[in-house]
């Protein structure tokens, strides 16, 4: 069972740039297959990014226009989220997730397919 720890959110200016972190314990982490999510006061929660277990596949939403990227390094048990040209509308709890993946290496898009989340980040991005 894996534990998922955020951090790097905080403030920034728009136009600023952010790189999230999501830390995991407690598994074997290159097994899990990971998602950014976010979410905004009375929005849904919605996956901005997501890598398959190897790295080797990855998912960013089309509606980020290439602003985010989402890598991973096994080694030391992170993913991250380099978030670039930040905007206020990018203001949300930023979540980590995984998924125990034992078939294939793909990366999940759906909240459903996730079984474990952090605590989530805030970032906060003013005009």
């Known amino acids: 069972q894996v534990q998922l720890v955020e951090s790097g959110g905080g403030l920034v200016q728009a136009g600023g740039s952010l790189r999230l972190s999501c830390g995991a314990s407690?598994?074997?982490?290159?097994?899990?297959?990971v998602g950014w999510f976010r979410q905004a006061p009375g929005k849904e929660r919605e996956c901005v990014a997501a890598?398959?277990?190897?790295?080797?596949?990855?998912y960013s939403a089309d509606s980020l226009k290439g602003r985010f990227t989402i890598s991973r390094d096994n080694a030391k048990n992170t993913v991250y989220l380099q978030m670039n040209s930040l905007k206020p509308e990018d203001t949300a709890v930023y979540y980590c997730?995984?998924?125990?993946?034992?078939?294939?290496?793909?990366?999940?898009?759906?909240?459903?397919?996730?079984?474990?989340w952090g605590q989530g980040t805030q970032v906060t991005v003013s005009s």
């Open positions: 407690g598994g074997t982490f290159s097994t899990y297959a």
């Open positions: 890598v398959s277990r190897s790295g080797g596949r990855t």
């Open positions: 997730a995984a998924y125990e993946a034992y078939f294939g290496d793909n990366a999940y898009t759906d909240f459903g397919d996730y079984t474990y």
